[in-house]
């Protein structure tokens, strides 16, 4: 089912042996449109350290009680390697941090999450420790120093707080003048809660005195740029603004695959839909 991203950020996160804090934000993989890791912020628990928890150790979320449950205990999450809130996170860290809660690599296979189909295939339920990996505390301050990269460690992971709010361009054609012209600002990211595959940005397209909130899907993205704070589109500026209003309250599902075939031309994917 597809679900918005801005709806579980504050949910309070239920370890197997007490609360640990709520999320507070989401890192994504702008390469392959797949969120990575949802960023736990620990509160008064860990002096508010922040830490990473990957989709393969979440259950679903309990939409009415504003719950997320994560399959794992106090000590495991408190074992995980810290996290540098001013660094981007690297690929010795994701090496380490598999390493600690054995954790296949995701980086390594054809699929969006590697050789598996979805992140709960990484962890079978019944392969779950309960005790912590201790090798986590004892290597974690001497592994994650500087390194040069090795080739293939170049990470693309990007925070969903950062991306929101970015400015939305599309291509304006030759008998408009050619270019690029703003559209809109992102305001919430949908993703599909069983692979955790992005599918469409939600763009706030308002124009004074009208308010309009339409998706534009991630296929339909040719870059983010990070430095300008862009996310640029490939397809005509006028197309998305003249797509179809977004009504959070409607299925996503069905309104996002009428986005994809009746306004971007693109086939929607059924394993996603």
């Known amino acids: 089912m597809l679900r918005s991203l801005a709806e579980p950020e504050g949910y309070r996160l239920e370890a197997l042996d007490g609360d640990i804090g709520h999320c507070h934000d989401f ?10 890791y949802m960023v736990a912020d620990t509160g008064g628990w860990l002096s508010g350290r922040k830490v990473l928890i990957s989709p393969a150790q979440l259950e679903s979320p309990d939409w009415g009680r504003q719950r997320m449950p994560v399959n794992l205990t106090k000590a495991q999450i408190e074992q995980s390697p810290p996290l540098d809130g001013d660094a981007p996170v690297s690929r010795r860290y994701e090496r380490l941090y598999n390493e600690v809660h054995s954790l296949p690599s995701y980086w ?26 201790t090798r986590g505390a004892a290597v974690a301050d001497t592994e994650l120093e500087p390194a040069d990269l090795e080739e293939g460690d170049e990470v693309h992971l990007r925070s969903v707080r950062e991306v929101t ?24 990211l949908i993703v599909n809660d069983s692979s955790w595959a992005l599918r469409a940005f939600v763009v706030d397209s308002s124009r004074l005195p009208f308010s309009k909130k339409v ?9 983010i740029d990070w430095v300008s704070r862009q996310v640029i589109a490939d397809v005509a500026a006028e ?35």
């Open 165 to 188: 709010g970015y400015s939305v361009v599309g291509q304006r054609g030759a008998d408009h003048g050619g270019g690029i012209d703003k559209v809109g600002r992102v305001v919430d």
């Open 215 to 223: 998706l534009l899907p991630v296929d339909a993205v040719a870059e």
């Open 108 to 133: 390594l296979g054809s699929g969006l999450w590697g050789d598996f189909p979805i992140p709960a295939s990484l962890t079978p339920a019944q392969e779950a420790r309960i005790e912590p990996n």
């Open 27 to 36: 890192l994504f993989d702008d390469a392959l449109w797949t969120l990575r």
């Open 239 to 273: 197309r998305i603004e003249e797509a179809p209003a977004f009504d959070p309250s409607e299925p996503i599902n069905e309104r996002l695959e009428t986005v994809l075939y009746d306004v971007y031309g693109r086939p929607a994917p059924r394993a996603e839909l």
